[in-house]
């Protein structure tokens, strides 16, 4: 087995406890605060016109990087699609990423993901997307002058987000690989097909997840006067 596919299956397989439903609302309550968090902030947070184009927006609270010579970045979260009727009931995901080099630390990073096209959602529906490589990734820009200098001309099928500390940025996940978290969604829905919850066949179960959709959906520009 290639090194960095065993770096990644064992990220997976340490940091991938059972889970119960209390640990999906947990999920969702977090998710919730880091989406409110950065669209509070329209002068470092990521552009409104960026988020209104995007199609899926999956977020990662709490995304563990450790690291003692090989790195490794393991993180749960959620991922909502628009449809005609809205957002969609939350889909739960994992994110496994290996690195390589000296590196010695660890910390825990909110993750934000915008994906701009529905073309690298079905290819993770179907077991697992490898962000760089199935689909392209890239940092984002951040702030309203960062979103002017795009232009749209934003090519990347997905854009990334990273806040430490309390300030968001772009991040590089090239290398990164993004799959729904299968025990999560049969713990919170039962039997479900992961499409159908994105695709808005499936209805949200609890206040943590509304609450998560409506925070998406919140129009941002309606209460701070953005244009």
């Known amino acids: 087995m290639h090194a960095r596919t065993w770096l990644l299956l064992m990220v997976a397989i340490i ?3 059972i889970t119960t439903f209390a640990d999906e609302t947990g999920r969702l309550q977090n998710a919730a605060e880091v989406v409110r968090a950065l669209r509070a902030a329209p002068d ?3 552009p409104e016109e960026l988020w209104a184009d995007a199609d899926c927006v999956a977020v990662i609270p709490n995304m563990k990087k450790g690291a003692f010579i090989f790195g490794a970045e393991y993180g749960r979260g959620a991922m909502s699609c628009r449809n005609a009727d809205g957002w969609s009931a939350p ?24 994906v701009m096209n ?21 940092a984002g820009p951040v702030g309203r002058s960062a979103s002017a200098s795009t232009d749209g001309r934003v090519t990347a099928k997905i854009l990334s987000y990273s806040r430490a500390r309390g300030a968001f940025a772009g991040i590089n996940l090239s290398g990164g690989v993004l799959r729904p978290d299968t025990d999560a969604n049969r713990e919170y829905y039962g039997a479900v097909v992961p499409h159908d919850v994105l695709m808005g066949k499936a209805a949200t179960k609890d206040a943590a997840a509304m609450a998560f959709v ?5 129009d941002v520009r309606a209460t701070t006067g953005q244009r």
């Not at 590196?103 to 915008?114: F, H, R």
């Not at 690298?120 to 490898?130: K, P």
Request: glycine share 14%; net charge negative.
């Open 15 to 17: 940091a991938a406890p």
């Open 44 to 46: 470092n947070g990521i």
């Open 91 to 114: 889909l739960f995901l994992q994110l496994a990423k290996g690195s390589w080099g000296l590196q010695i630390g660890g910390e825990e990073v909110d993750l934000v993901l915008l």
């Open 118 to 138: 529905r073309e690298g959602v079905d290819r993770m529906l179907d077991n697992r997307i490898n962000l760089g490589a199935d689909a392209s990734v890239a």
């Open 214 to 218: 409506n925070t998406l959906g919140r």
